[in-house]
C-alpha cells in the first residue's frame, strides 16, 4: 500500500515538474527563437503565416509585439502533461521490473 501511494506522488510530481520544463522551454528558448526581435513585428509590420497566429497573438493591447495564445498554452500544457504521464509510466515499468526480479 505505501509503494503504491509512493508511486502515485512520485507520478503526479514528475508530471509536474515536466509542465514545468516545457512552459519554461517554450517561452525561454523556443519563443526568442521564432520571434527574436519583438519590435520587428510592430514597426516594420511583418505578414505572419497561420501557424504563427495559431500560436502567437499579434494585438494593440501588447503595443502589437506578439503574445503566445491560449492554444499556445493549452498546446505547452498537453505535452508536459504527456511527456510527464510518459516518463512516469517508464519510472514505474522499472520498478515494477525490479520487484518482479526480487520476488524470484
Known amino acids: 500500500m505505501k509503494r503504491k501511494l509512493f508511486l502515485v506522488i512520485l507520478s503526479i510530481a514528475i508530471t509536474m515538474i515536466s509542465i514545468f520544463v516545457t512552459f519554461t522551454l517554450n517561452f525561454e528558448f523556443i519563443s526568442n527563437l521564432i520571434i527574436g526581435d519583438e519590435c520587428k513585428y510592430s514597426v516594420n509590420s511583418l505578414e505572419t503565416n497561420k501557424l504563427f497566429d495559431l500560436f502567437y497573438t499579434i494585438s494593440s493591447d501588447t503595443g502589437y509585439h506578439p503574445e503566445p495564445s491560449y492554444f499556445n498554452f493549452a498546446f505547452t500544457l498537453c505535452i508536459g502533461l504527456l511527456l510527464g504521464i510518459f516518463v512516469s509510466m517508464a519510472i ?13
Do not use: H, L
Open 92 to 104: 514505474g515499468q522499472c520498478t515494477i521490473g525490479q520487484k518482479m526480479k526480487n520476488k524470484k
